[in-house]
């Protein structure tokens, strides 16, 4: 039996734990816009030309600062982060909206850049680094501290573990594993995800959620005309987000009077 193009996209989603009945617009899209520059990189110059140099942020090179989770160095690079990323993406997706997630991924892989170029242009001026291992590290970092504060602890036989150390854990296996990784880079994409988390990075991501709605009010015919993924609106993560606070809100007053 042969199964339809839309059909199989389904099955990919219930694999995976997407939470929709297709993947999400941008996660399938980044996967593909991954796919397609590691195919490009393999005959043209583009990942020596986006890969974060710590001299990019002197030179105000804007597209390795903010465009070098893009590149990877080999298929398995590739492959791995991919894996990595698509659960916990798609997670974020479905919660904060399609436009909203793709600008954080930038605003992550800038906050993330900065910091490297700093340390690096003192520490270790001639070392490059690409690939989206950091945006992977940076929701591990961002749902482990979400998580921390309903869990602080989880147990390992007669072991509390605090949640908060699970992403540094993978942090360890991850240099253990791929000795010519960037540990740095991950520590710093790890420390964005906290950084995400805790409401720090607000003041760069809010602004554009207002542009975001303006835009997709005047675009939703085109938007809504998006085959085989599942898009999801500003407006209508904002109006979860509202129910979701007023449920929490009634259930807490029915609590109070009990």
């Not at 030309?49 to 398995?76: E, G, R, T």
């Not at 590739?78 to 399609?98: D, M, Q």
């Not at 605090?162 to 991950?186: D, Q």
């Not at 904002?238 to 807490?252: A, F, H, K, P």
């Amino acid at each position: 039996m042969s199964l339809s193009y839309p059909i199989l996209l389904s099955k990919f989603s219930e694999l995976f734990h997407l939470g929709g009945k297709y993947p999400p617009a941008l996660v399938s899209g980044l996967v593909i816009f991954l796919t397609l520059f590691y195919i490009v990189g393999l005959f043209t110059s583009l990942n020596s030309s986006l890969a974060l140099d710590p001299w990019a942020l002197y030179h105000l090179n804007l597209n390795k600062i903010s465009l070098y989770p893009l590149v990877h160095s080999s298929f398995f690079h590739l492959l791995f982060n991919i894996f990595a990323l698509i659960s916990p993406l798609s997670l974020y997706e479905r919660s904060n909206g399609t436009a909203h997630t793709g600008v954080v991924l930038n605003v992550l892989a800038v906050v993330t850049a900065l910091p490297y170029c700093v340390l690096g242009m003192v520490f270790f001026p001639r070392v490059s680094v690409l690939g989206a291992s950091a945006w992977c590290f940076s929701f591990f970092g961002y749902y482990s501290c979400l998580q921390s504060l309903s869990y602080p602890t989880f147990k390992v036989q007669n072991y509390e573990i605090p949640t908060i150390a699970t992403p540094f854990i993978l942090l360890v296996v991850s240099a253990l594993i791929f000795p010519g990784s960037s540990f740095i880079g991950h520590l710093l994409g790890l420390l964005s995800g906290f950084a995400l988390a805790k409401g720090y990075l607000k003041p760069l991501i809010e602004p554009s959620s207002k542009v975001i709605s303006w835009l997709e009010e005047r675009l939703e015919k085109y938007i809504d005309m998006i085959p085989i993924v599942d898009y999801y609106k500003e407006k209508d993560v904002q109006r979860q987000l509202v129910n979701l606070n007023e449920d929490i809100e009634t259930q807490g007053n029915v609590l109070g009077t009990i």
